[in-house]
């Protein structure tokens, strides 16, 4: 990610940018924000929305920071695009920018209402609008968007092309039906680390190719109301047919085989859809929405680039494999002003399981995560189909007191590849957990055991306590472990926690280390146990 990055709409722009390294030690930083010289606000966070610009128009923006000395104070200057400063004007007497850029608006769009004519779409949440709505989706191009106006609107799987908009009203909800049949025909996928045909999903762009790069690009998914799918009904349902259809293959596995998958409904689950599919995109953004309900995991990006989700909710607290946001071999996917309540991992970051994606080895890399709140769930995981690698993984400003495990790093013994880079900060976490699994092993191994290395912790308080995914008990635990696997060379390697409070849940033993090398405590305290 650039040091300065932004997204638009006719009448907004957002503007995003990694943290800077100016203070430590747990200080806060301050952005203050000006439009056309004059003050719009300042934000503690790393992302400011300027409103109420017009549409098809350059402004000329710059982000300071606001510190100690005045080279780093802040201001954001936006201008016409002939240069001429709005209200009483003239450059805030500040430092020198955190960065600047020139951004015009998006044009206005004409609206493509799929409840008008020619589309006639009914939201009474009973009605099938499936063909509607694929029609409207289908009629879209650079100068219109497609509309969802307030009401409840039934469908099976929708298509999305090259350069689509779509805006749903608030009170909108496209709601996916729980009956499998709508989700035909199957496409090419990528479930927990293979490549299959798996069912449509609620939302589809792009087909997946590993040995191509995206080809499909410019949609944009946004607005105010919510896309849900059949969650839980729907996942069984599949599930239930898929069994039906693996009946002898099922039956021919192996006591030993068995015991490689998580449980017996892993198979037949792996066809299930996801809420939203991504598969060689690039230049995709999902902001404001409500997402609910997958099958599965709910935004799935496979093979993709470019790929921005901000300010939206994620609900899949009763789904098995309900993530919330899964960037797969994927490149510069940034996620921030996010709050989830799933049923497994808030974010799942992965490339691949053994032997497949060792030879496919396309990496995830380039993901950005701030700013996001996990309120019941895993937390933010990497793996464990992790085989194609994962590096270059910046994590900040993230509350994840509500998940289950914080920050999880793993991978079976059987994956090979590695971990590397990752960096979390100025975050709240559950526990930290560097370790190796067992399940969701099947298929041959890459010969050696994966490599985690080279990662970051600086100014986290680990609480030492998490919630029970099943009963939600809160439960005491070892705040930080780090555990290699155990075949020289492969230990766990080049860990730094820095200024890290623990605060340990009434345990004595707070940290526990296995087969690690080169793992350095500074300033690292045991704080009064109390919950935050």
Known sequence: ????????????????????QMQGGGQSLCYQVYVGGEPAGSTGKTHF?????????????????AGEAPDRQAAVNVQTASGEQAGSGGKPAFGKPLASCRIRTAKRKRRLDITKPPYLAVGDGKTLNTKAIQQALE????????????????????????????????????????????YLPRIPSRF??????CCSSLLNMGKLDHTKEPDCENILIHGKGTIASGGRTLAEAVISAEKERLTDF???LSEEQKKEYEKPETIPGRVRPRLINISNCKNVRISGLALENGASWNVHMIY????????????????????????????????????????????????????????IGRPCRGIRIFDCVCEAGHGITIGSEMSGGVSDVKIWDCDLRGGCYGLEVKGTKKRGSYVRDVQVRDSVLPRILFHAVDYNDDGAGAGKPPVFESCRFENVRVLGRYADRDSGEVK??????????????????DILLKNVRLSGGGRTCRIVMENCKDIRFEDVRVEEDRII
């Open 476 to 493: 005491d635990c070892a705040g930080i472990e780090l555990k290699g696997f155990d075949e020289p060379g492969y230990e766990i390697r």
């Open 1 to 20: 990610m650039k040091p300065f990055n932004y997204a638009v709409a006719d009448t907004t722009i957002i503007l995003y940018w990694e943290k800077t």
């Open 304 to 359: 993709s680039r470019d790929i921005l989700t901000d300010n939206c909710t994620f609900f899949s607290k009763d789904v098995w494999n309900g993530d919330g946001w899964d960037p797969d071999s994927s490149e510069n996917c940034t996620i921030f002003g996010c709050v989830f309540r799933t049923g497994d991992d808030s974010i799942a970051i992965k490339s691949g399981k053994n032997p497949e994606g060792n030879v």
């Open 192 to 197: 927990e680390g293979l490549e299959m045909e």
């Open 49 to 65: 929305t300027i409103e109420n610009l017009k549409p098809d128009t350059e402004y000329e923006t710059a982000v300071y920071v």
């Open 139 to 182: 009629d879209c191009n650079e100068e219109t968007a497609v509309y969802v106006p307030s009401g409840t609107f039934l469908t099976g799987a929708l298509r999305l092309h090259d350069n689509t908009e779509l805006y749903l009203e608030e009170g909108a909800v496209i709601q996916g039906t729980a009956n499998p049949a709508d």
């Open 250 to 252: 099922l039956a021919g």
